[in-house]
């Protein structure tokens, strides 16, 4: 575990886009390095449904993540992962072994809705 990162300003703080979104749908992802699921998340209509890959395979399988709400920022660049391309990043903190634990709101709220 690291000590925490460089202070920085509320600015550059609000410049990160996180939202919430419902995962609606969940693929294996064979290609993957490491274990993975490919997720469809919808972040509302402003945003619409975008994809990501996901190192949460020891924690979570399809039945846990479909309708799950998570928070993930979405004003990174796509990133090519294998042969897909992720749009935004999922959010999460390791559990005691190391692995993601996914971060959401503790009560259902609208897609799309932003962390502040």
């Known amino acids: 575990m690291s000590g925490p990162a460089a202070q920085i300003g509320f600015d550059d703080f609000l410049k990160v886009d996180v939202?919430?979104?419902t995962i609606v749908a969940v693929d294996p992802f064979p290609e993957a390095r490491k274990p993975a699921w490919k997720l469809a998340v919808d972040l509302g209509p402003e945003?619409?449904?975008r994809r990501s890959s996901a190192q949460i395979t020891a924690n979570y399988g399809p039945d846990d993540l479909v309708g799950r709400q998570v928070?993930?920022?979405?004003?990174f660049p796509a990133r090519q992962i294998?042969?897909?391309m992720s749009e935004v990043l999922v959010l999460g903190v390791p559990d005691h072994a190391g692995e993601v634990v996914l971060i959401g709101p503790e009560r259902e709220v609208a897609n799309g809705g932003r962390l502040y």
């Open 19 to 21: 939202r919430v979104g």
């Open 47 to 49: 945003i619409g449904v």
């Open 71 to 75: 928070l993930a920022v979405v004003n």
């Open 82 to 84: 294998g042969p897909m």
